[in-house]
């Protein structure tokens, strides 16, 4: 990504001493070396007034569009807080710390919510990772040449597909699934084994934690896999041929030269899956069993904060209610925007300890 | 020369169409509740067929209805959670009811069939609280002497999203189970003590039918269409009851609409021995002095003829149609309270 932008920054200078580049000007002065003193000067002076006012057409409307997204972002923040301003005065700091969700006493606590949207979304990232870039190591190393078309562009229709048929695919097929086989086994499995009985205790509804955490993970594993395999492929050849030759495996060639020659991409890629698990909403809905309640199981209902926005938005009576929906998505908000940062913040230093 | 010739008719099209448009009355526009959408929009499409007058209605939930009608961008809000009178009152609001629909509750017990098994309200409402834990609890047993119930957990199945539906069936609880009342209540959404939560009646459905042991509520309409296993319920008479068009009519008929403030009648527990306790009305807010009187007369119109012959549309979708004797209550509440700012009746 700053790779990219520093080209960015490159072109757009070059643009601009291009504009003011001696060579063409003087091209200019021997065509109308016969002319008048005067009439040199004038039309030199109205090209060189073309090209600036060209410029400055450009660098305004690029500048224009720059700072609207800076004002979209803005009214947005101002709108959230705005909105939440009412459940903020009635609950305060307890907003956060509180598991209550009670629309008839009107007293409501975030605990629960965000709760589950971060451990699904860990649950999701801690399968869709792994998985995530073997498939790209797979694509861009081990496989024969003929499947990686096929295999690609199958991973990248997995991208394609709307959430809402993953949350219905969820629904009717996999959590049916999951009950009737899995479930039931892993109960039993892990019923006399002290932390993790409590872990995977209680009926097998189907539907839970559990479950929206692997649609989440398949759900963000094509985003995963598809940069992990784009900056895999940007590795120079006689790096790893270097490596080869002296003598090493496939598995450490990746593991020593690949990864660390591609962190940041595969970083960035990391990244951006958990952004969409944060803030997906239809998929998790069908399949988390939107409870307001933290349980130890993972195989309990629980719900996220997308989930109960998009579930009680639109029958949300009174204005605390909607100010306290209003309020989980300004946290929603504010937790996305921390995980960027600290993205940003490890890359940096990534970058750092390279140079 | 030929796209010159299409641009110059194209203009005249447009031109001789906004020229027309002030003769053509302005569509009459609604938002609210979900749960009648479906009605509404068959009767829109009878009635523009036989007046040419169209009905614009948003489906957005009935919170969202109040809060667009409040606001003045509809013509009339839907509500399936009737208003306080007094909010009525200090918002210059009228409401009345258009169509009867209900909740029942369906269940997924292997070897019991539709209608098998019987409920009563207070084992409902003890279920739902997590005090019934098990299919072969007493109380069930005692309901259903000749059932064979299985000792298998009790699953509960509710609404994620605030819905009209869970008011009915929490308004019911509450009448019925002081329990409910004091820990949990009435509302389109509660805190449940208990249960998965599933998005809108098609989701509670589905996890019902997918979840061995499970108990839901769905509305009627979809309990029919979907022919789920439902249960009967024993109603205030002592009587137990199959959900069916008479059983609704008959809640609707028994309640007291004529002694009802601004007709703040919510149709569960009634009185009669046919009357299916869990039942409900949907409701249509509109302004006494509305800004627009005319767009008000056009929808007064149209619930006019709905009333009249929008009856069979009803039945063919499930939902039960107002009583004759509420219809001719609430056509006199118009023509007395809905009026324009000259004080004259919209309705003539």
């Not at chain 1, 005065?89 to 975030?110: C, I, M, S, Y």
């Not at chain 1, 479950?211 to 900056?231: C, E, G, Q, Y």
């Not at chain 1, 069993?289 to 949300?316: Q, R, V, W, Y």
Request: glycine fraction near 10%.
């Amino acid at each position: 990504m700053m790779v990219s932008m520093n080209e960015a920054n490159n072109v757009d200078q070059a643009i601009m001493q291009g504009s003011e580049d001696p060579g063409r000007i003087v091209v200019t002065d021997a065509v109308l070396a016969d002319e008048p003193a005067v009439g040199v000067s004038a039309s030199r002076a109205g090209v060189l007034r073309r090209f600036a006012l060209d410029d400055l057409v450009f660098h305004t409307m690029t500048r224009g569009a720059a700072i609207a997204v800076l004002i979209l972002l803005g009214g947005v923040i101002v709108s959230l807080v705005n909105g939440s301003i009412p459940a903020i005065r009635a609950f305060g700091f307890d907003f956060l710390d509180t598991q209550v969700w009670n629309p008839v006493t009107e007293k409501f606590g975030a605990l629960a919510p965000i709760y589950g949207t971060l451990v699904t979304s860990a649950l999701a990232m801690l399968v869709a990772v792994p998985v995530g870039l073997g498939v790209a190591v797979f694509l861009t190393e081990l496989c024969p040449h003929n499947l990686r078309r096929p295999l690609g562009i199958a991973i990248e229709l997995l991208a394609g597909i709307p959430s809402i048929i993953y949350g219905i695919w969820g629904l009717f097929i996999l959590a049916p699934f999951l009950q009737t086989w899995v479930q039931p086994a892993i109960i039993a499995a892990t019923g006399n084994i002290p932390i993790l009985s409590s872990l995977f205790a209680g009926p097998p509804y189907g539907i839970g934690i559990l479950t929206s955490a692997f649609v989440l993970a398949i759900m963000v594993l094509p985003f995963i896999s598809s940069i992990s395999r784009d900056v895999f492929e940007t590795v120079p050849p006689v790096l790893k041929e270097a490596a080869f030759g002296i003598g090493c495996t496939k598995w450490e060639v990746m593991r020593k030269v690949v990864i660390p020659y591609t962190r940041v991409g595969v970083i960035g890629g990391v990244m951006l899956g958990l952004g969409r698990a944060l803030g997906e909403t239809m998929a998790v809905t069908f399949v988390i069993g939107n409870a307001h309640k933290i349980s130890n199981s993972l195989l309990a209902p629980g719900t996220t904060i997308s989930a109960t926005i998009a579930n009680e938005f639109t029958e949300a009576v009174g204005d605390l209610y909607t100010s306290s929906l209003i309020e989980l998505g300004l946290i929603l908000f504010v937790i996305t925007f921390l995980v960027l940062a600290a993205a940003r913040y490890m890359l940096m230093r990534l970058e750092k300890k390279a140079v | 020369m030929t796209f010159k010739t299409l641009a110059r008719a194209a203009c005249i099209a447009a031109v001789a169409a906004t020229a027309t448009a002030p003769v053509r009355a302005a569509d009459i526009s609604g938002a609210g509740a979900t749960f009648p959408y479906p009605i509404y929009a068959k009767w829109a499409e009878a009635y523009k067929a036989q007046t040419g007058n169209g009905l614009n209605y948003q489906s957005i939930g009935s919170g969202g209805g109040i809060k667009q009608i409040k606001a003045r961008t509809v013509t009339f809000g839907a509500s399936d959670m009737p208003l306080e009178p007094a909010d009525l009152k200090a918002s210059g609001l009228i409401q009345f009811p258009t169509v009867v629909g209900g909740d029942v509750p369906v269940v997924n017990l292997d070897g019991v069939k539709p209608g098998d098994l019987t409920l009563d309200g207070p084992t409902l409402a003890r279920i739902f609280l997590g005090e019934i834990k098990s299919w072969d609890d007493p109380a069930i047993k005692t309901l259903n002497p000749t059932a064979k119930l299985p000792s298998q957990a009790i699953v509960v199945v509710h609404r994620s999203d605030g819905s009209g539906t869970t008011f009915i069936w929490t308004d019911y609880l509450s009448k019925v189970s002081a329990d409910w009342k004091t820990k949990v209540g009435a509302s389109t959404a509660v805190e449940w003590p208990v249960g998965i939560g599933a998005k809108g009646n098609e989701g509670v459905a589905q996890n019902v039918s997918n979840t061995r042991g499970a108990i839901g509520y769905v509305e009627y309409a979809y309990v029919k269409q979907n022919k789920m296993n439902f249960t009967r319920v024993v109603n205030k008479d002592g009587k137990a009851v199959s959900p069916d068009s008479q059983a609704f009519q008959a809640a609707a008929g028994n309640a007291d609409w004529a002694h009802s403030d601004m007709y703040h009648v919510i149709l569960t527990d009634q009185p009669g021995a046919n009357s299916w306790p869990v039942a409900g009305a949907t409701f249509i807010l509109m302004y006494k002095q509305p800004q627009d009187p005319a767009a008000a007369g056009e929808a007064l119109k149209f619930f006019s003829w709905a009333y009249a012959s929008g009856g069979k549309l009803a039945e063919d979708l499930d939902y039960v149609p107002m009583p004759a004797a509420v219809v001719a209550q609430i056509k006199k509440t118009w023509a007395d309270e809905i009026k324009d700012s000259a004080g004259k009746s919209l309705m003539n």
